[in-house]
Structures are given as structure tokens and as C-alpha cells.
């Protein structure tokens, strides 16, 4: 069988039987919708928003634990420990005697004495408020009018409680944590997408979230945020999702495989093996009839899977070889062909 010849313009004659006993495949360049899958790693996080510290406002010391466990369950309001404090009763005992002095001379002839006996009762009202100290407490010192030695603190929201660091009896300062408490019915998925990823990447989509352990188990999470800084060493940008987390099968620090498919639209594609990398240029072979077969310099788009986007130097509905290897029997000439390629201007190149 005759090998392949370089002819002028671009062209190689082969025998019909040469190109069928290689197995050359041929594939007409259509338009199809073009999808971009990306795969990543991701790692399980706390929803910030969802985060909360327990601490006082005031000097005083832990009386009772009602929560004594890292990871018990709370619900919003519930208490979680009761605290002694001097400066609590003191202001309970304030409270009391600016309420009794409102109530007697509220209605007092003069209005400054009216006033000054409210102003009062408020500023020891707000004092409490501002010490975390639930209003239905505050009703109830009013309506018995006794001091309560303790008063309970109570979980600012429903949730996990992640760290307790709160003993009975211990003393403690304002601003010291006790506790920590999460909401994990709701969770972050942190990953690292690929600065050339970036451009198809969009607030608002969906990825598929699989535990690699358990492969049954899919979720979606939605793209809610993209970091605005890259890591110089591995080129990547941190991106969020978010999804509920039913049944607390996500847990904090877990890592899930993350699947992205982004849809590109209409685009005319080529298999991938159809393009032939020539260094700076990427070459497609054209089907002219019979053995002859073209070569194309073309532009290149985007890649996805098994496809290639061609932006110029070929038309929807040519018939292209889908795989270059029979190329191989020929390397000499393909070489020699490319080398007289690099002096001239080829159909397809910018200037």
C-alpha cells in the first residue's frame, strides 16, 4: 500500500484502503449544546452566620450547669446555666425600689418629681436589659417583688453546643466565653476552583455533593459566594456553597467531592483526539473525497470531557478525521510537513 504524500496546499493523498486498514475514523464538526464539568474538593464548614458565643456582661460565678456536655442539643431560649453576680442583686434591689418609688409618686403634682422617679425606674430597667437578662425575668421580679439570688442565661439560638468551657462554681469576667453553639442544620461546603475555571463560574449555581465514603448519598449545594483573592502557590480561588444539611450527615471539617456542570450553550465542537497540538498551532484534518485529506490550522475554544470548541478555520457540517495517529507510520513526513508550515502563513493564522 502506498504511504502517505505531502502534496502542495496543504493536502495529503492516501490510499482508501490505506486510511481503512489504519481504522481512520471520520466525524462530521456539528453544533451541540457544550456542558463544562468541573470536579473539586471540598471541605465541610460552619455557617458563620450561624455561630454563637456565650459569655456575660458582668463579674459573677457559675451556680448551676443545665448544659454540661459538648455536642448536647439546645434549643433557642433554653437555659444554659445560672449565674450569681453582686451587681445583679444590686440592681434587682434598685429595680425594686425605683419601681415602688414610680408607682407612689407617678402621679405625683409635680412633674419633675413624676419624671425623675420613671427615669429612674427605666435606667434600672435598661441596666438588666443590657445584661442579657430575659424580660419574662423582669416581669416576674416585679410581680413578687423577692430578689432572686441566681438568674439562668439562656442559649442565644437553637443549635450544637461545639465547646463549653462553663464549670460550676468557677468565676468569671465579662467577655470570657462559656460556650460555643452552632446551627449545623445549615452548612458550608469551602472549595477551590482553578483561576482558568473562573470565567463559566457564576453566583447561583448548583453543584452535586458526595461523601466519598458513602457515594448513595447526593445533596446540592448553591454557589452563594466566590472569594476575592487568589492563592498565588496552587492558583486557585476559594468558592461557598451552602445547603441544608438533613440529619447532620455533614459535619464540620469533613471533606465531600464537589461536581459542577456548567452548561456553555450551542458551540461547534470536535472530539478532542481530532486536534493535532503542533506548538503554537492546532491542527484539524478536513476530508476533501477520496484519499485527500486538508489540513486546517484552527482557533480553539473551550474544552470539556471528550470535546473542543472551534472558534475559526472550520464550518459546521465538514467531514474531519477524528484521530491523527495514522500519522504515526509517517512521522518523517509529517515533520517535514509542519517545518515548511512554519515559513508560511497558514489558513486560520492571525497576523
Do not use: C
Amino acid at each position: 500500500m502506498s504511504a502517505p504524500s505531502v502534496q502542495s496546499g496543504g493536502e495529503l493523498d492516501v490510499a482508501p484502503e490505506r486510511l481503512q486498514s489504519i481504522g481512520v475514523r471520520f466525524e462530521r464538526a456539528t453544533r451541540r449544546a457544550l456542558d463544562r464539568d468541573i470536579r473539586t474538593v471540598g471541605r465541610v464548614a460552619m455557617d458563620e452566620r450561624r455561630l454563637a458565643r456565650v459569655n456575660l456582661k458582668i463579674e459573677g460565678w457559675i451556680d448551676q450547669l443545665y448544659v454540661n456536655t459538648t455536642g448536647q442539643s439546645v434549643t433557642r431560649g433554653q437555659p444554659l446555666f445560672s449565674v450569681y453576680s453582686p451587681e445583679l442583686v444590686a440592681t434587682q434591689e434598685e429595680y425594686l425600689l425605683a419601681l415602688r418609688s414610680a408607682q407612689t409618686l407617678g402621679a405625683s403634682e409635680y412633674p419633675e418629681v413624676a419624671e425623675g422617679s420613671k427615669s429612674m425606674l427605666e435606667a434600672a430597667r435598661r441596666r438588666l436589659e443590657l445584661w442579657d437578662i430575659a424580660d419574662s425575668h423582669v416581669r416576674e421580679l416585679e410581680r413578687s417583688g423577692k430578689i432572686l439570688r441566681t438568674l439562668p442565661i439562656h442559649a442565644p439560638l437553637g443549635g450544637t453546643v461545639i465547646e463549653k468551657m462553663a464549670v460550676a462554681g468557677m468565676r468569671v469576667m465579662p467577655g470570657e466565653d462559656l460556650y460555643a453553639i452552632a446551627d449545623l442544620s445549615h452548612v458550608w461546603i469551602l472549595a477551590d476552583i482553578y483561576e482558568y475555571e473562573l470565567p463559566v463560574i457564576e453566583i447561583g449555581q448548583t453543584a452535586e455533593i458526595t461523601l466519598s465514603y458513602d457515594p448513595a448519598v447526593s445533596m446540592t449545594g448553591r454557589l452563594a459566594f466566590i472569594y476575592p483573592t487568589l492563592d498565588g502557590e496552587t492558583r486557585t480561588v476559594r468558592v461557598r456553597f451552602e445547603l441544608d444539611n438533613p440529619g447532620g450527615k455533614l459535619k464540620p471539617d469533613m471533606y465531600v467531592n464537589v461536581a459542577l456542570t456548567v452548561p456553555l450553550g450551542e458551540r461547534l465542537i470536535v472530539p478532542k483526539d481530532a486536534v493535532l497540538e503542533s506548538g503554537i498551532r492546532q491542527i484539524i484534518f478536513v476530508r476533501q473525497g477520496g484519499g485527500k485529506l486538508a489540513w486546517r490550522t484552527v482557533k480553539i475554544g473551550a474544552r470539556a470531557g471528550d470535546w473542543v470548541e472551534i472558534l475559526d478555520g472550520l464550518s459546521e457540517g465538514e467531514e474531519i478525521v477524528t484521530s491523527a495517529n495514522f500519522l504515526i507510520d509517517s512521522e518523517s513526513q509529517v515533520k517535514g510537513a509542519m517545518a515548511g508550515m512554519a515559513g508560511m502563513e497558514m489558513p486560520g493564522d492571525k497576523p
